[in-house]
């Protein structure tokens, strides 16, 4: 009974660290607009729309077909730093990749996209503080395209900053 236990228990620990370790965040970037709006569904019904003047940052949690599950507390930051709990929807809140990204920590001086999730693997670029949407996520590295589509490849979790308001150290 105890080694069943203890079996079940450590399967459990492992199966939630595969999925937390995935989990990052990204802020709105969605320069279009003064709103952002959170659906229900991919492509689904709008259950929330975000109005940023300053800096939103979102909890990204996985991917299906370009829409990001997000978590459903959403952080300001700026002149009114505070937290929002969205509510309402029984299946999850989503966003477009469209309309989120992020920069590399440290990119004033540059930071390095792999085509594989390796650091070992080929270096497709090194940029300097360019907007990076997030694609796909496998473990702790994000497949990312640059805002200017040249460049599409893996950043390692490690390496992202996700404060809208500076490039992070």
Known sequence: ?????????????????????????????????????????????VVCTLVHDDGIVLTLIKVVNGWWEIDSTIEYWGDDEREVQLEGSKTGYWVHNSVIGFTGAGSDVGCKIYNKPS???????????????????????????????????????????????????
């Open 1 to 45: 009974m105890k080694k069943s236990f203890f079996a079940a228990f450590f399967a459990l620990a492992i199966a939630f660290g595969a999925t937390a370790q995935g989990r990052f965040q990204a802020y709105i970037a969605d320069y279009n607009d003064s709103t952002t709006n959170i659906r229900n569904a991919p492509n689904g019904k």
């Open 119 to 169: 650091h070992k693997s080929r270096i497709v670029c090194e940029y300097d503080a360019q907007l990076l949407h997030p694609i796909e996520v496998n473990g702790k590295w994000v497949k990312v395209r640059a805002e200017d589509g040249k460049y599409t490849g893996w950043i390692h979790i490690d390496n992202i900053c996700n404060n809208p308001l500076t490039t992070c150290p």
